[in-house]
């Protein structure tokens, strides 16, 4: 390399998180437009964005050179002393070989883990241990030996050079920069270079970068602010320092009077020589003994027919024995034995599983009890998860009960090695909304603004997220807030800048890695900031680059409420229900269906799916499969046709006579995108590599690529004989359904789930509406609206109650004759761990109590027998608004006796407390004499507005009744009520709502005229209101908490929120 050249050693991307501002690929751009013929990352402590730069580069045909700029700690990694460890120093690490590139992820790992104190922090032990392969730069600003020149500790500063040229070597170089505007920078330069000189350690010029363009330094200390959460110095010095992305040209102007530092620029380069293997898979460690990998899942599937009860018939034969086949030249068998073994721990400790997307299409996964559906039964193919020309790997999504996945997380760590598991972690990055709010606080605007520029920009849809440049061109009231207001201009300027940077690390939803080794000899690990768990510094992608496969362990909600439900149908009726052999006809769950009773059942809640049902009436699963795939964009215009092809078949037709026999079973109507594909196979003679990038192209919705597979469709139609005036009608139906289609197999596996919970609701529905209450525990709303529909079914819904309550919300069961009676119990109880201040640990020890010795029969019983440090005052108000005392309450006056006499009852109960045990049975004190002891004076009773504000503010909603109940028959005339009418009327449009109003808030404007803020509520929902001042003055009397009321006006949106804008009101 000649010394003419120069290359950036010391460069900083957006992971430097809230510190530099640079993506990898401007940073790849800007070297590759100058001709610089290599670029190094070394971003602050983590090597989040190696791969990506690594492939980026490649790409780009400049060589990369993967480092890290990190941390030192100034004594060991394990000393987090505050004042004495807080200051660190800094090191740049760079590999030249894979070797190099290992010791890296040693470091970064451990740093993160083991030195982590405010920053990630190597010591002396590290470097010594995992110096192979690497090549050593000690910063200018940061490095040991320029802390000790700045503290004037001469001697300090010559042991560091010593010790990092003994551990390195001729791997060490010194770096020089060129900073004349920073004071003091020229001596400490000229103190490095002579210290260097001294110690036999080379020089090399870097310029440690963390914008592209000196005009971005402001832009960075601003991020510098989002980080600490400070305010940018309007007088800012730091934007005349310049850590810009220098050109060739400057550098050889900066460094001409040190060419030898420039020359060791080559030298590095020419060192660096990182080739990493990428997309090559690794599988966890799996041993069968006796057996390969391909005779486990061989002997694993033929088992799977009698478990299953299936006839091993010839043609079941072929098709295991093809797909097997598959697995094994793809070297995929050990993928799936680890995937069965993950879900064989799950199905022995009745944790419930069901798994989405293509996999279902696999007679192998069913045979082995991956998957739940019978891929035969519902015409699912193999080839659309699998085939032979695919060259993506297997990808396997198993949903878990959510409030068990961890369990099954936490038996992979113990089966497969705790270091050898990791969840994957993923980067928050600044999206169009938020970049606006952290730039605005960071630059010290007022709130207000920040947060009116943010509601102008759209909300985009996932995986296609809104910028401002396009929010800018398609917001005609952003474009002019843009031009005529300064504030908005620097704000939305500014965003630009940091929008889509990363800003903090997290964990992915579902992603884990299960390595055949410590993952640290594949990726670099650390701690998620948040939770703790170990986590990936790889997203996803980068991952699945470096070989290590993800395995998805999703937890979903409703299968924790069907396994609760199932569990409760066994504990109180002795009856065991396999949710995996359901009848699959039972007229009942269709009834039910039909009659558009869905609350609670998975996929099918919704307003719009009841409607289609009770339209519908489905009769077979086929019918809930084509719902849960056509209630979709795109597919949604294809239900009304379904339907009445169901009604009456004479109106089934097909474009082609061919296509009867991929919609035989969907009355003609294109249901999945399975549909689809094979349509394009049969018809148009694709392959399952060419189909499969068809889907893909229609998904992107590139419009060149879509001409393209036009084109290249309507050839293969017409070349296969299809009508020409066929073919683009057949084009328009297709066209739209490919990019938004459920395929077939994912819509049986949520199908069959969705049945699985209509069928519990129908036949259990006391228990099963139970475990949907509990399941949305904390969500008032959905309570509320949970409670109703329980209502409607007849099952009446109690307070909590210390001898009936469990923790969470318990069917009661009254005298019965026969199982047939118990199954239909109608009563449910709140849970004890329902009541707002009262925490878990004392509702725990009256259920144990209670189960112990049984029922209270007294209050003064109960106050005798709890002994937990945790019955105070507080506590004890609670149970007693809350109900849970009802039964023990004095007949006359009940709670209102109790909250009055409630010091009595806590001295009795200190008094008793103090009492010996066993004195009561030794002089014969009987539980009726100590009733006498705690006679209460006779209260008044409790009015039902007291009751209700007190279940209200204990339990989050009324119990015993409803404010609104005085006026249910005026509301019952109202088409929609607050849930729906918020969720079905568009905004702008005017409507009429009906509730309680709960709480109003009056403000004065600027103006000085009142306006009104309150929350409605009814039944189900609530909304806040907004009564502006001319309708507040008109009808002020009306809006008074605690008003029934019917409003006309109109939802907007506010702070994110609908919003009720109200027009006209009427008294109920």
Request: glycine share 8%; net charge negative.
């Amino acid at each position: 390399m000649s010394a003419r050249l120069f290359v950036h050693l010391h460069t900083h991307s957006h992971y430097s998180l809230l510190e530099a501002l640079p993506k990898i690929p401007d940073l790849i751009a800007a070297a590759t437009a100058d001709g610089q013929e290599a670029l190094a990352l070394t971003d602050s402590g983590n090597l989040y964005g190696a791969i990506e730069f690594y492939k980026g580069a490649k790409i780009a045909g400049i060589k990369p050179i993967i480092g890290v700029d990190f941390y030192v700690a100034p004594r060991t990694r394990f000393d987090k002393e505050h004042r004495v460890d807080d200051r660190h120093a800094r090191l740049v690490l760079l590999a030249k070989n894979k070797t190099g590139y290992h010791n890296l992820i040693q470091l970064v790992s451990k740093s993160h883990l083991e030195g982590f104190y405010y920053r990630p922090r190597l010591d002396r032990e590290l470097m010594e241990t995992y110096r192979d392969g690497l090549i050593a730069i000690l910063p200018l600003f940061g490095g040991e030996h320029a802390r000790h020149l700045k503290d004037n500790m001469k001697e300090k500063a010559e042991e560091a050079i010593s010790w990092y040229k003994k551990t390195y070597s001729e791997d060490l170089y010194a770096e020089i920069t060129h900073h004349p505007e920073i004071e003091d920078h020229e001596k400490l330069q000229k103190d490095i270079m002579a210290l260097a000189k001294k110690a036999g350690v080379p020089l090399v010029a870097a310029h440690d970068v963390y914008y592209l363009k000196q005009e971005d330094a402001l832009a960075r200390e601003m991020v510098n602010k989002i980080r600490t959460g400070g305010t940018l110095d309007r007088e800012f010095g730091g934007g005349t320092s310049d850590f810009s992305f220098i050109t060739q040209e400057q550098a050889r102007k900066f460094f001409e009077e040190a060419p030898e530092a420039l020359e060791n620029v080559g030298r590095i380069v020419d060192a660096c020589d990182l080739e990493l293997t990428l997309g090559s898979w690794v599988f966890p460690e799996i041993t069968i003994e006796g057996k390969s990998h391909d005779e486990a899942l061989r002997e694993l599937a033929y088992k799977g027919f009698e478990e299953r009860n299936l006839e091993e018939t010839p043609a079941m034969r072929e098709r295991v024995d093809y797909e097997l086949s598959v697995i094994a030249k793809k070297g995929y068998s050990p993928y799936f034995l680890v995937v069965s073994d993950l879900l064989r721990y799950a199905h022995e400790n009745g944790i419930l599983t069901n798994i989405r997307g293509s996999v279902a299409g696999s007679l192998v996964t069913y045979l082995s009890h991956i998957t739940n559906v019978n891929p035969i039964e519902y015409g699912l193919p193999f080839e659309r998860f699998l085939n032979p020309e695919r060259p993506s790997a297997p990808d396997i999504d198993m949903d878990f009960a959510d409030n068990r996945r961890d369990e099954v997380i936490d038996y992979a760590r113990k089966k497969y090695g705790e270091k050898n598991v990791a969840q994957i972690g993923t980067f928050g990055t600044m999206l169009a909304r938020a970049a606006v709010r952290d730039v605005t606080r960071a630059l010290g605007h007022s709130y207000g603004i920040g947060d009116k520029i943010a509601k102008m920009i759209p909300f985009g849809k996932q995986g296609f997220p809104v910028t401002i440049e396009s929010s800018l061109a398609e917001v005609p009231e952003l474009a002019d807030a843009y031009k005529k207001d300064p504030e908005a201009r620097e704000i939305l300027d500014m965003a630009r800048k940091v929008e889509g940077n990363a800003r903090h690390v997290g964990v992915h939803a579902a992603g884990v890695v299960i390595a055949p080794s410590p993952v640290t000899d594949f990726v670099p690990i650390q701690l998620d900031p948040k939770g703790g768990k170990v986590i990936t510094q790889y997203d996803m992608h980068a991952v699945e680059d470096a070989g290590l496969l993800k395995f998805d362990f999703l937890g979903l909600t409703n299968l924790s409420t069907l396994a609760d439900a199932r569990d409760r149908v066994r504990d109180r009726l002795s009856v065991s229900i396999d949710l995996d052999t359901v009848p699959l006809d039972d007229k009942k769950t269709y009834e039910m269906l039909s009659r558009g009773e869905t609350l609670g059942v998975f996929q099918l809640a919704s307003s719009g799916m009841t409607n289609y049902l009770q339209e519908l009436k489905p009769t077979v699963i086929h019918d809930i499969n084509a719902m849960v795939a056509l209630y979709r964009p795109g597919p949604l215009s294809s239900i009304p046709a379904y339907i009445e092809r169901k009604r009456n078949p004479s109106l089934v037709k097909y474009l082609d006579p061919r296509m009867e026999s991929i919609l035989k079973n969907s009355y003609g109507v294109i249901t999945y995108q399975d549909d689809v594909l094979e349509i394009a196979i049969q018809l148009a003679g694709y392959s399952w590599l060419e189909v499969d990038k068809f889907r893909k192209a229609m998904g992107k919705k590139i419009p060149a690529e879509m001409a393209a597979q036009r084109e290249k469709f309507t050839t293969g139609c017409l070349a296969r004989g299809m009508k020409k005036e066929v073919v683009p009608k057949l084009w328009e139906q297709i066209e739209t359904f490919a990019a938004y289609g459920f395929n077939r197999a994912h819509a049986a596996s949520y199908g069959n789930l969705a049945y699985k919970t209509a069928y519990m609701k129908a036949n259990y529905p006391v228990d099963y509406m139970a475990a949907v209450l509990t399941s949305d525990a904390g969500d008032v709303e959905k309570i509320a609206e949970v409670v109703n529909e329980c209502k409607r079914m007849g099952i009446s819904i109690l307070p909590p109650s210390v001898n009936e309550s469990r923790g969470t919300f318990t069917v009661v069961e009254k005298e019965r004759s026969d199982l047939a009676q118990a199954r239909f119990a109608t009563t449910i109880r709140f849970g004890l761990y329902s009541i707002k201040n009262f925490g878990t640990g004392i509702a725990d020890a009256i259920i144990a109590e209670q189960e112990a010795a049984g029922k209270f029969e007294t209050l003064a019983d109960f106050l005798a027998r709890i002994s937990d440090k945790n019955l105070n005052k507080k506590s004890l108000e609670a149970l007693i608004m809350s109900g849970s005392l009802d039964d023990l309450a004095p007949p006359v006056g009940g709670r209102k006796t109790l909250l009055t006499h409630i010091e009595s009852l806590l001295e009795y109960r200190r008094e008793h407390q103090k009492a010996p045990v066993g004195q009561d049975s030794l002089f014969g004190t009987s539980l009726s004499s100590r009733q006498a002891e705690l006679k209460l004076p006779e209260e008044k009773p409790a009015t039902l507005e007291e009751k209700l504000a007190w279940e209200k503010e204990l339990l989050g909603f009324y119990v015993s009744g409803h404010p609104l109940d005085r006026c249910k028959d005026a509301l019952a005339k109202q088409k929609y009520n607050i849930k729906q009418a918020k969720e079905g009327f568009p905004r702008g449009v005017e409507t009429v709502i009906g509730g309680y109003l709960e709480s109003t808030n009056a403000i004065l404007t600027k103006n000085g005229e009142r306006m009104l803020f309150g929350r409605l509520s009814d039944y189900v929902g609530a909304v806040e209101i907004v009564v502006f001042p001319r309708t507040l003055k008109e009808n002020e009397k009306l809006f008074s908490a605690g008003s029934c009321m019917m409003l006309k006006g109109k939802f907007s949106d506010r702070n994110g929120e609908a919003s009720f804008v109200v027009e006209r009101v009427k008294a109920l």
